[in-house]
T-cell receptor
Framework: DTGVSQDPRHKITKRGQNVTFRCDPISEHNRLYWYRQTLGQGPEFLTYFQNEAQLEKSRLLSDRFSAERPKGSFSTLEIQRTEQGDSAMYLC????????????????FGPGTRLTVT | GDSVTQMEGPVTLSEEAFLTINCTYTATGYPSLFWYVQYPGEGLQLLLKATKADDKGSNKGFEATYRKETTSFHLEKGSVQVSDSAVYFCALSASNTNAGKSTFGDGTTLTVKP
């Protein structure tokens, strides 16, 4: 178990540019979550996947944001035409939803990708 | 919607002092409750959890009891150490959906001085 990894750890971009972040979950975990955290606040839910299916998206996730998990393993989060308000820490978490219950509560977080839009 | 309210920080204590960080929540049904800790430069780590009323979660000397009557999940530790300095987040995961996503409080920064 190597934990959840995220890449890059830091990204500085100019307003209007596109950026893409990657998350590698714990290998046996079938659920993957994206959160956004701004300074002084707790993480806010953005979206989640069960295997390769994206099952829920927050209203926080504007049309400029898109997430994929093509093979049910790693995931990418892309932000198009970045704005200064997108500056935040983007957190990925994974968990194991056991068959028969579907509900999993214990999430394991990666170190995050800090995005700065100038 | 669901929400979590934590006591505002920052909290500064001397080593071996008693710690309480208050957390109250609003949710439908019977959520699961969590405390996460974030050390400087690191990701969130699950500290403890409780999945039903009157459950007590405990880990590394920290404890929290799920109190449904007061909708609270206060974090306590009898004797803090300098190494406990971190940001602590209270969170819930609603039971009325299958998503398992969490709703977090804004965090409380704890600094323990020698």
């Amino acid at each position: 178990d190597t934990g959840v990894s995220q890449d890059p750890r830091h990204k500085i971009t100019k307003r209007g540019q596109n950026v893409t972040f990657r998350c590698d979950p714990i290998s046996e975990h079938n659920r993957l979550y994206w959160y956004r955290q701004t300074l002084g606040q707790g993480p806010e839910f953005l979206t989640y996947f069960q295997n390769e299916a994206q099952l829920e998206k927050s209203r926080l996730l504007s049309d400029r944001f898109s997430a994929e998990r093509p093979k049910g393993s790693f995931s990418t989060l892309e932000i198009q035409r970045t704005e200064q308000g997108d500056s935040a820490m983007y957190l990925c978490a994974s968990s194991l939803a056991r068959s028969g219950t579907g509900i999993s509560y214990e999430q394991y977080f990666g170190p995050g990708t800090r995005l700065t839009v100038t | 919607g669901d929400s979590v309210t934590q006591m505002e920080g920052p909290v500064t204590l001397s080593e071996e002092a008693f710690l309480t960080i208050n957390c109250t929540y609003t949710a439908t049904g019977y959520p699961s409750l969590f405390w996460y800790v974030q050390y400087p430069g690191e990701g969130l780590q699950l500290l403890l959890k409780a999945t039903k009323a009157d459950d007590k979660g405990s880990n590394k000397g920290f404890e929290a009891t799920y109190r449904k009557e007061t909708t609270s999940f206060h974090l306590e530790k009898g004797s803090v150490q300098v190494s406990d300095s971190a940001v602590y987040f209270c969170a819930l995961s609603a039971s009325n959906t299958n998503a398992g996503k969490s709703t977090f409080g804004d965090g409380t920064t704890l600094t323990v001085k020698p």
